[in-house]
């Protein structure tokens, strides 16, 4: 999976590992509950995940945010413990816990010594049919995810940024819409709202239990059957396509927000793994991102950072594992004395060599190095495996292709990175952001002129 | 710490979060084998199986408290390592370790600087990599052009840390609590230091600092013994001798409350609060820690977050820790709140912190605390990446070869009493220096 951020951890030749490639054992109970089991025996860990499908892309208008909302209230209680409980009872059990939400899927999780297995899987299944909903929790809840709003998005220029400018690149994709939501949508939500949704999507036939550690599948299987056996599936609504409309033209817009430096965010309109015609377009896509990133000697490194110093940092991405079609991001920082204006320039004059010249053979071959590498490197977290494997079958495209993906990308020639270049990485998909940095107000601190730490003392 | 998190399109940072782990059985203790090679460089090795990759981490007594009077020299020195080495470029070296796959990582804190190379045991590409961390490590070029592009981009950074009013109060904080000493600083510097900085200077450091008996060497993976020495014998063979630097000076504590109001324009106001705490090896450092987790260290569960967050709801996050450094590192109280909340918010947390260290922890919470830590241990060495963390804190603290192994008996035998006792003795809570960054302080009255 390629989340971006993720990508030193992704990135193969023909190579056999000494250990083998880790198998997946999938199972599936009666009522629908998929249950998939990757052995690693190096530490008397593991690590349970549950997955649902819902996320933030499958919310409407007026009710965004709804799923990451819904998930920080999945920690407040059920009939049979009281809120705070489940958090209580994993720590005293030496685990780690936590959620998260993206724009594909909500996701639960433990990490516990071997033996605690069990405890986990009560937890996780007795919230999965029996989540106890209260005005008095949600009330404060509220308030906790509006402040994490303000801290992850309102307070960064960035983060703001980014939100408007999806809003600005996607038309109908729900992919427009933040996965925190939008402000007014977040306080607007209700307990009635969080109720129905829910009851909508958690179910055993819309979930998937990871287990990656010290375990034997066949003893997984058999908690997972007496803990989650009992519960009911759903009738699952079925979700509509909500393919973005064809894109007919560049979008440009400018941000203007108190900030220090200027930034900018450009995305090709492209398809992702699940949504593309020919799955080697999505497989060449993610070489071109490895070509322009992938390290320090990548071309953007290379070229704009240290050649032509416009650039004091520049980056590019690709999401294979989207749901729906996404972006072929770059964004860069210009230099001291560089505008936005020039730094676009250079990064779409790269994304011109894409489409008009071959990347070269030893190019090519440091990509596929590093994907070799980063296999097993990332062999070396249980965590991480499970993530790939969650993602992967939660967004459609089913765990197995996680172990393809080695050798698609060893597939790649120069040929169909230029074929995809010319084909998706062109101004008729194109959206252009700029942050244009205002001034803070009067009296604000400034970092650069050393003036911390001198403010109002009482 | 962060919990319930949402990765929108920040993976990163999650993961990042979620491997703040703090814990401790005698399960599964990995053997860290030590050794001094004949010129006085200490190395540690543990041998792991089952993956066909080799970690090596250098650490060097040449942080940010190293700086002297030109703050930002010891990171932006550790910084440029990897831009020129030897006869190679950055695009030579950076093709050297990514033709084979390796990852190779710098940086500075306070106390220390490092460099990291993950690579694949496989012995060409091994060799390959090694080669280029060696004469990254130990042949630095700083040359003029590199050094201008990568001083910018410094001064860039620390431009951009003005539109972040988190970034603001941790700075402000750290300057406040330390004063005149070299962790007051941030390690990247101030714009004026890192302004005046010459590649002559970083040429001086980098000479003086990374030596032999300035370091220490962690090696962790698929490699045996034999094949561990050679590599830590050619790795130093490129270092000169040099010497065990002076111990840093303690700070002084001013004794004094304090409370500093920064205004800024954000939703919300950023609140650090604190004193200071101890340093590495202190004998206290179990009541401390486990203390600590109940107060604040220990996420949804913790005493601040139950009160600030799960009662009233007025944060994301808040917490406390205790950062042991080589001479006393902070004890820290922080939180972010909508400006309305922020005396409101501080003064729950302040009261919990009273609260705590004049009645100590329950019997129930010091047990649950114990349970999580023992019972967690396993987690904080179950990959070679947590594992080689481990090793080099325990290497370049200089804390005893067993401290794995005895981790969880010392856990077990902490008690209320000793808690209390070490609670009231460090963290007077008459004395905290508190930082507001946000529209919620007061505006300066000047």
């Known amino acids: 999976m390629l989340l971006r951020g993720f990508r030193i951890a992704l990135f193969l030749l023909p190579f056999s590992l000494e250990a083998g490639e880790p198998q997946v054992f999938e199972f599936r109970l009666d009522n629908g509950l998929k249950v998939l089991v990757q052995e690693d025996h190096r530490a008397p860990v593991v690590v349970s995940q549950v997955w649902y499908k819902v996320g933030a892309s499958y919310e409407h208008d007026g009710i965004t945010g709804i799923s990451h909302m819904l998930e920080h209230m999945m920690f407040k209680g059920t009939q049979k413990h009281p809120p705070g409980e489940f958090s209580r009872i994993i720590a005293a059990n030496g685990g780690r816990e936590n959620a998260f939400t993206g724009q594909d899927y909500t996701a639960y999780f433990q990490m516990l010594e071997k033996s605690r297995l069990p405890v986990s899987f009560e937890l996780e299944a007795d919230r999965m049919r029996y989540l106890k909903l209260s005005e008095v929790e949600f009330a404060k809840e509220h308030q906790v995810v509006l402040e994490e709003r303000r801290l992850r998005t309102d307070d960064q220029p960035r983060s703001k940024m980014q939100e408007h400018f999806d809003s600005v690149a996607y038309s109908n994709s729900p992919y427009k819409n933040p996965v925190i939501g939008w402000p007014e949508d977040v306080a607007g939500l209700t307990l009635e709202d969080l109720k129905k949704w829910y009851g909508l999507w958690y179910a055993p036939n819309n979930a998937t239990l990871i287990v990656v550690g010290d375990v034997k599948p066949s003893e997984v299987l058999k908690e997972a059957k007496r803990a989650f056996g009992g519960l009911k599936p759903s009738m699952l609504p079925t979700l509509k396509s909500q393919a973005e409309v064809t894109q007919l033209g560049l979008r440009r817009m400018t941000m203007k927000v108190p900030a220090k430096l200027p930034h900018l965010v450009m995305g090709y309109k492209t398809p992702s793994l699940k949504t593309a015609a020919d799955e080697k377009e999505a497989y060449a896509l993610e070489v071109a991102a490895g070509i322009l990133d992938g390290g320090n000697s990548a071309r953007l490194s290379s070229r704009l950072v240290r050649g032509q110093q416009l650039a004091a940092a520049a980056g590019a991405s690709f999401d294979l594992s989207a749901r729906l079609a996404n972006l072929f991001a770059l964004e860069g920082t210009p230099v001291e004395g560089k505008t936005v204006d020039v730094l676009e320039a250079a990064l779409k004059e790269e994304i011109r060599h894409l489409r008009d010249e071959l990347v070269t053979l030893d190019e090519l071959q440091r990509v596929k190095a590093q994907v070799l590498a980063s296999h097993v490197f990332q062999l070396d977290s249980t965590f991480y495996q499970a993530m790939q494997l969650g993602t992967f079958e939660t967004v459609g495209l089913g765990w197995q292709k996680v172990g393809e993906y080695v050798d698609k990308v060893n597939a790649v020639t120069a040929e169909e990175v230029q074929a995809v270049a010319r084909k998706y990485l062109v101004d008729e998909g194109l959206t252009i952001a700029h942050l244009d940095p205002q001034p803070l107000p009067e009296g604000a601190p400034q970092t650069d002129d050393a003036a911390i730490g001198g403010g109002h003392v009482r | ?446």
């Open chain 2, 1 to 446: 710490m962060y919990a319930n998190s949402h990765v929108a399109d920040t993976p990163l940072r999650l993961i990042a979060l979620l491997f703040i782990f703090f814990s401790g059985t005698a399960l599964a203790v990995p053997e860290i084998e030590h050794w001094t090679t004949s010129k006085g460089g200490r190395v540690y090795y543990v041998k792991t199986e089952g993956l066909p990759l080799v970690d090596v981490r250098m650490v060097f007594d040449a942080g940010s408290a190293r700086d002297g009077s030109l703050f930002g020299l010891a990171s932006l020195t550790s910084g440029m390592l990897d831009s020129g080495a030897g006869d190679w470029d950055a695009d030579v070296i950076a093709q050297r370790l990514e033709r084979v796959g390796a990852v190779l990582g710098t940086g500075a804190s306070r106390d220390s600087a490092y460099l990291s190379l993950r690579s694949l045991s496989h012995p060409d590409k091994l060799k390959e990599a090694l080669e280029t961390l060696k004469k990254v490590a130990t042949q630095p070029t700083f040359s003029v052009k590199d050094f201008e592009r990568e001083r910018n981009r410094v001064l860039l950074a620390i431009k951009q840390q003005g539109e972040d009013p988190g970034e603001i109060a941790e700075i402000s904080f750290m300057k406040t609590l330390y004063g005149d000493h070299p962790y007051a600083h941030p390690s990247e510097g101030i714009r004026e230091t890192v302004e005046k900085l010459t590649p002559n200077d970083l040429k001086v450091f980098h000479r003086e600092k990374y030596t032999v008996r300035n370091s220490i060497t962690v090696v962790v993976g698929n490699i045996d013994r034999l094949a561990a020495e050679a590599l830590a014998d050619d790795l130093l063979s490129g270092l000169p001798e040099g010497e065990v630097l002076p111990a840093l000076a303690d700070p002084i504590d001013r004794h004094e409350a304090l409370t500093v109001k920064t205004p800024y324009p954000s939703e919300q106001t950023h609140i650090y609060s604190g004193v200071l705490g101890f340093r590495v090896n202190d004998p206290d450092t179990f009541p401390l820690y486990i203390g600590n987790h109940i107060l604040g260290g220990s996420g949804l569960v913790s005493k601040i977050m139950e009160e600030v967050r799960e009662k009233r709801g007025l944060a994301y996050s808040a917490y406390s820790y205790f950062l042991p450094m080589r001479v006393p590192g902070p004890f820290e109280i922080g939180l972010q709140t909508k400006n309305a909340s922020a005396e409101e918010a501080l003064d729950i947390a302040v009261r919990t912190v009273r609260a705590f260290i004049e009645k100590g922890p329950s019997d129930q919470e010091l047990e649950a605390a114990k349970k999580n830590i023992i019972g967690g241990f396993v987690l904080r060495l179950d990959s070679n990446q947590k594992l080689i963390s481990e090793v080099a804190s325990i290497a370049f603290f200089q804390r005893p070869l067993d401290y794995l192994n005895t981790f969880t008996q010392k856990v077990q035998a902490v008690t209320r009493e000793d808690i209390k006792r070490a609670f009231k003795a460090r963290v007077n809570p008459d004395q905290l220096k508190t930082i507001l960054v946000g529209a919620g302080g007061e505006k300066p009255s000047h």
